[in-house]
């Protein structure tokens, strides 16, 4: 049993933004690396092992799947950063007890510490790297992708037009989350405005904390870009999660008149004054290291919310395409009447997908 997530926030619909197809063989072919895994290993340690893996397909598939039955060769770089800096939060033991608890009535909460420890956050990390290994010793991951997992912070070349994926852009969000980081905090409303507001720099920039204004009916954001009398207002779609980062950001940077971005002294100091654009740039590189991601610059991100949309959309025409040409084509293979192959409606195979990661989503206590 999963949770049932119908829309991501945003807008972004579950199939448009999945990062993990559950198909039957993706399924037999995880399954494979980690039974292959779990074999390699002493019994004293299989258990171990086992109970990781357990704790990370329910973090990366939210439910959806459960034991170790995931395709762990999908898995990317960026996902296992943000599952593993998930697992560092404080409450994270808690909040999966309260998931296993929504996805199974009968599941008794079993009171843990309020975090879980660097020898188990080793492990877990550890318990992934071998099992991934194991989806690349088998052909299932390409060696780009696994070198990516053993260096998930190291530059790769720009390839020009970079794509944001919604995937990417949640593992960026949960790099961003150690308690107690006010830069963390700004960060992620820069990404929020960025991503979903579809900001230039140069309006990101330029926003003040009272061009903000919030449609109670139409649960819309407006924010006014330009400067003085030219000044231009416009709507911006933000998720309800990018107004609790605002209220977050608020809290350290004060209610004062000004720029709405300002700079972070040693992670904690906000300073009065307005944040540059080398600053963005920077922290955008920051960022993306730190979650595992080719890096991107706010141009680029601020684009790839819609050209996924455009791509993800073209692509499903696409796919309904060849499954009407492939039925007919079947059909008429089988002998039907012409007539009888003019009037059959293809039947779609959906595909079960996953988005990752939905922690702040679905648990958020």
């Known amino acids: 049993m999963s949770l049932d997530i119908s829309q991501l926030p945003g807008g972004f619909s579950l199939t448009l933004a999945a990062d993990f197809s559950l198909d039957k063989n993706e399924i037999q072919k995880g399954q494979a690396a980690a039974s292959g895994f779990l074999e390699s290993l002493k019994d004293e340690d299989r258990s171990s ?16 799947c459960e034991g170790v039955d995931f395709p762990w060769h999908q898995v990317r770089a960026h996902h296992g950063q943000a599952a593993i800096n998930m697992l560092k939060e404080e409450g994270a033991p808690s909040r999966l007890e309260s998931l296993r608890c929504q996805l199974d009535p009968h599941h ?7 975090k879980f420890n660097k020898k188990r956050i080793h ?15 088998l052909g299932f991951m390409s060696d780009d992708d696994w070198s990516r997992v053993m260096s998930p912070h190291k530059d790769q070349p720009r390839t020009g037009d970079r794509v944001v994926s ?28 960025l991503y979903h507001g579809g900001l230039m720099l140069s309006e990101l920039l330029a926003v003040n904390l009272d061009d903000f204004s919030y449609d109670q009916k139409t ?24 107004l609790i980062s605002l ?10 008149p000004g720029a709405l971005l300002s700079p972070v002294k040693n992670g904690r ?54 499954e009407a040409a492939e039925q007919k084509a079947r059909l008429a293979a089988e002998g039907s009447p012409v007539s009888e192959i003019a ?18 989503i679905s648990i958020k206590s």
Request: charged share 35%.
């Open 343 to 360: 009037d059959e409606v293809p039947v779609s195979r959906t595909m079960a997908t996953v988005c990752f990661p939905v922690w702040e």
């Open 166 to 193: 919604h995937g990417e852009f949640r593992a960026l969000l949960a790099a961003c989350q150690p308690e107690g980081n006010v830069e963390g905090l700004r960060d992620r409303l820069v990404f929020y405005l």
């Open 123 to 137: 492990r877990f990390r550890t318990t992934l790297k071998r099992v991934l290994k194991e989806s690349r010793d």
């Open 219 to 242: 649960q819309r954001v407006t924010v006014r870009t330009g400067k003085a009398k030219n000044q231009k207002t416009r709507r911006v779609a933000l998720p309800n999660e990018a």
């Open 49 to 64: 092992a086992q109970e990781a893996l357990e704790t990370l397909t329910l973090v990366l598939s939210t439910g959806a």
């Open 269 to 322: 100091k906000v300073e009065a004054k307005r944040i540059s654009g080398d600053e963005v740039r920077v922290l955008c590189e920051n960022r993306a290291r730190e979650a595992g991601v080719l890096l991107f610059t706010p141009d680029e991100l601020r684009k790839s919310a819609a050209t996924q949309i455009t791509l993800a959309k073209a692509e499903s025409r696409r796919a309904k395409q060849r």
């Open 108 to 114: 008794k909460f079993r009171q843990d510490s309020e």
């Open 247 to 256: 209220e977050n950001w608020l809290e350290p940077r004060g209610n004062e």
